[in-house]
């Protein structure tokens, strides 16, 4: 493979306008999923701009750009997916048909090892290393919102009807709802902000927007403005006031659910749910095909899905002791995650104890 590794400054315009055409033609072809907006250059590039260490490989067949594989590498070699920990899609970008060596490629960046937990389907060369599967949850619109809302009907009949009846009573109770699907005004950005980091420490999670990093990237992509990346912040108004919103990424044909919250005072109205409705019509007439909500179970992505994708977690290595070494100090940390957000009867007591927790540090 004919394989040249840059800076993000340094892609070209044309290197870019290739990147996004190959998630172009890969949807056309039946790979809807290198078509999310979490593996546009868009993404790598405002990740370069908050983080270190962030390169792109190109591989090229006769001078042309056939292949795009966004990363992260410390000093020592060790690589992860650009954005580890808040990316939803990661891979190699590429022509339909198109296969590489992984270690080949590893090798071509300088890496001994690279981490993934969000790799999607169809990266065989990659998959080789995962070592577990898990659920994407997608609500699927590519046949129009009332396409999909028939389909929820039929296999969460009570969820539809108790959540459409909560919406008319929100309008009743607090006046004339109003969802904006594309707001652009910053301030709304910062009241969904602030509720998302008070969810965190309410729940005992850590804030994510705490870390400087992920503040810087989220304001940044609130002003990405590109066909195959665009930051989309969606609200949902009860008269005067917005009561639920949420951040995520949309190409063409996705739209990458990232960063929801709602305001608590008004949760007996589901109002979260109520808006990721309003996002699948707005959605749906955008021309998306489908919303995917992430990994991660989560009662609420149960009841709105109707079908599902699958991401990996893992690692490909060579052979070489920094890989073997970051491998053995990182494995047991992810296994023991794992396997505490698969079993209820562990799960349950952790998540207790985590909001109790996080009701404490609010207390004092």
């Known amino acids: 493979m004919d394989i040249s590794v840059h800076r993000p400054g340094e892609l070209t315009a044309a290197d870019r306008v290739a990147w996004a055409a190959l998630q172009a033609s890969a949807a056309a072809e039946g790979s809807p999923q290198l078509a ?11 990740v370069g701009r908050c983080r270190r260490g962030v390169r792109i490989a190109v591989v090229r067949e006769e001078g042309a750009p056939v292949a795009f594989f966004p990363y992260q590498r410390t000093a020592w070699g060790v690589g992860r ?10 891979g190699v970008v590429h022509r339909p048909g198109f296969q590489w060596d992984a270690r080949e490629l590893l090798h071509a960046c300088g890496l001994s090892i690279w981490e993934f937990d969000h790799l999607v389907e169809g990266q065989k060369p990659f998959e080789l290393g995962a070592t577990g599967a898990f659920a994407s949850p997608v609500m699927d619109v590519e046949q129009g919102y009332d396409s ?9 009949p009570r969820f539809t009807r108790t959540t459409l009846a ?12 109003r969802y904006v699907h594309d707001e652009r005004d910053p301030a709304a950005l910062d009241t969904l902000i602030a509720w998302k980091s008070a969810q965190y420490r309410r729940t005992g999670r850590s804030d994510r927007f705490a870390r400087p990093w992920i503040y810087h990237l989220v304001k940044q ?12 912040l969606s609200v949902l108004w009860a008269g005067e006031r917005p ?10 044909t996705v739209l990458a659910c990232w960063f929801p919250a709602y305001d608590p005072e008004f949760g007996k109205y589901s109002p979260g749910l109520v808006l990721h409705l309003r996002m699948a019509r707005g959605a749906a007439g955008s021309g998306v095909a489908h919303l995917d909500l992430g990994r991660g179970d989560k009662a609420y992505k149960d009841s709105l899905k109707t079908r599902q994708l699958t991401v990996s977690e893992g690692w490909v290595t060579r052979c070489h002791p920094v890989a073997l070494g970051y491998r053995a100090r990182r494995a047991p940390v992810r296994a023991l995650r794992n396997t505490v957000l698969s079993r209820p009867a562990l799960f349950e007591p952790a998540d207790r104890l985590l909001k109790q927790m996080g009701r404490l540090r609010q207390s004092g």
């Open 166 to 177: 909560k919406e008319r009573k929100l309008a009743r109770d607090l006046g004339e709802l």
């Open 221 to 232: 992509l609130f002003h990405t403005r590109e066909e195959s990346c665009r930051g989309l």
């Open 36 to 46: 999310n907006p979490f593996l546009a250059p868009q993404f790598a590039l405002a």
């Open 148 to 156: 999909y809302l028939a389909a929820l009907r039929q296999q969460s």
């Open 81 to 90: 997916a650009v954005g580890l920990g808040v990316s939803d899609a990661q």
């Open 243 to 252: 009561i639920a919103a949420h951040f995520g990424l949309c190409s063409p």
